[in-house]
T-cell receptor, first 114, second 114 residues
Framework: NAGVTQTPKFRVLKTGQSMTLLCAQD?????MYWYRQDPGMGLRLIHY???????AKGEVPDGYNVSRLKKQNFLLGLESAAPSQTSVYFC?????????????FGPGTRLTVL | GESVGLHLPTLSVQEGDNSIINCAYS??????FIWYKQESGKGPQFIID?????DKRQGQRVTVLLNKTVKHLSLQIAATQPGDSAVYFC?????????????FGTGTRLQVFP
């Protein structure tokens, strides 16, 4: 199993450009998450999904949109990138139906907005 | 690798010594906690978790202690090895009895020197 994969690994955007980050998992997990990680801070939840076709806002959703059209994929979109969105983005997934939440993380995408 | 925290609290230990990483939480109703390890350039990886009805849980070379009286959590690593060098995060659900989401702490960097 590949686990959680993210595409692309690196990206540089100019202010105002748009892009989509793709997350894929092959563990048949119901839950998927998008986080951002900035220097000196922990991971902050952007959006998450508890199942195919559903999404919900996390701590820092502004400026981002997500879609979960297929169970194995969770897309994060930036419609008009801003320098404040320069960060490392992590996707994670977890299995539903347990009393715990062990999230499995992807390798991250480093995004720079100029 | 990614800069996961240029100004993180840092714990430096000698190889073979025991390490203790601390985490404070504010919600006295919190009932579940997780520790994650993040190596440079990688996504976080689950280490161990604990529920609030326990005050200690042991894994392989790791022990988590929970002190509900002072709302304090610690991760103990026995016989620290160079491969333990990483940033360690504690995390908890924002709401009791709901593990859909996690809130991560800012992290502690563990440096192991020979």
């Amino acid at each position: 199993n590949a686990g959680v994969t993210q595409t692309p690994k690196f990206r540089v955007l100019k202010t105002g450009q748009s892009m989509t980050l793709l997350c894929a998992q092959d563990m048949n997990h119901e839950y998927m998450y998008w986080y951002r990680q900035d220097p000196g801070m922990g991971l902050r939840l952007i959006h998450y999904s508890v199942g195919e076709g559903t999404t919900a806002k996390g701590e820092v959703p502004d400026g981002y949109n997500v879609s979960r059209l297929k169970k194995q994929n969770f897309l994060l979109g930036l419609e008009s990138a801003a320098p404040s969105q320069t960060s490392v983005y992590f996707c994670a997934s977890s299995y539903r139906g347990t009393s715990t939440n062990e999230q499995f993380f992807g390798p991250g995408t480093r995004l720079t907005v100029l | 690798g990614e800069s996961v925290g240029l100004h993180l609290p840092t714990l430096s230990v000698q190889e073979g010594d025991n390490s203790i990483i601390n985490c404070a939480y504010s919600n006295s109703a919190s009932d579940y906690f997780i520790w994650y390890k993040q190596e440079s350039g990688k996504g976080p990886q689950f280490i161990i978790d604990i529920r609030s009805n326990m005050d200690k849980r042991q894994g392989q070379r790791v022990t988590v202690l929970l002190n509900k009286t002072v709302k304090h959590l610690s991760l103990q690593i026995a016989a620290t090895q160079p491969g333990d060098s990483a940033v360690y995060f504690c995390a908890e659900p924002p709401q009791s009895h709901n593990t859909d989401k996690l809130i991560f702490g800012t992290g502690t960097r563990l440096q192991v020197f020979p």
